[in-house]
């Protein structure tokens, strides 16, 4: 039997359990169903009725009663160099050992598979970039109206080769060497000649100024709280008036503890750390240096898909 307009409206009542966007809809599935047996399977088979009969399951989340966290984030400025050195002498060694790894640590990405996927390794820093392009347009802002983009902990340029083609200017900030050198080498290799590249040290945490877009995730976790303030404390002050700020960085972990003293016994910078700041101090920060939140999202499944974390990605504008 031939499609009729009635049918249609009943399969979107009885299927999906609303009505048809509008006339043109249904006059599409009129001219392009042949019988009632094949209107019945496409919708049956939709996507819309999929999720109806298996509805996504959120992972469940942080309880919102949980209790503060013992976390010390600030260091006078010997201890914080210190910090930052045990920080630095991981990354540089996995600099040297598997730079791709240590960005995405998957077996593609290791050294001996590396020439095989290194297209793949780059792709996947597209999505990034397009984040923090719908990051600005949520908040109302374009590519355009920025003059250089700062990207802290740009590894070998997986995200950076994707960002400078939105941005006029680069600067590309990264505390491994090995890192830079290989960065800078495969994005001239690219064609990409807008980008600075600037070395991280314990004398200076952000060797790079006039920008006026600052962006980093999944890095500022792989340092201890105090690093992390101070990096943000830096940055804050000196993002010009219109600048805007976008990173992110776990806040939460049920049972994380942060002592420098306790830290420092044990044997720090010997393997990936991650690390957590409370909500309260990025804000209270951000609120010293009179930057406005535009925008927060939680993301913790960047971090682990775990109800005992919490991550946000925060964007902070200068006004």
Known sequence: MPVSREDVVMAYRYILGREPEGEATIAGHVRNTPDLMALRMNFLSCEEAQRLVNPVKLPPSLPLGAPPLDVEVSADADTLARLVGFTG????????????????????????????????????????????????????????????????????????????RHFPRMQALDISRPHLDLAAETLRRFGQGNITFHQVTPADLHPAQGFDLWYSRIVLQHNPPPIIMAILDTVFGLLPPGGVAVFQVPTYRVGYRFRIADYLSHDPGASMEVHVVPQKAVLDLAWKHRLRLADIREDTAVVEENPNWLSNTFVFCKD
């Open 89 to 164: 002498r991981y990354w540089e060694e996995i600099g040297r050992t598997a730079p791709h790894w240590s960005v995405l640590t998957d077996a593609n990405f290791r050294p001996e598979a590396i020439a095989q996927h290194e297209a793949a390794f780059f792709e996947t820093g597209k999505g990034d970039a397009e984040l923090l392009l719908a990051l600005l347009r949520r908040i109302g802002r374009q590519p355009a109206e920025f003059n250089c983009c700062a990207e802290y902990g740009c590894g070998v340029g997986r995200i950076t080769s994707h960002l400078a």
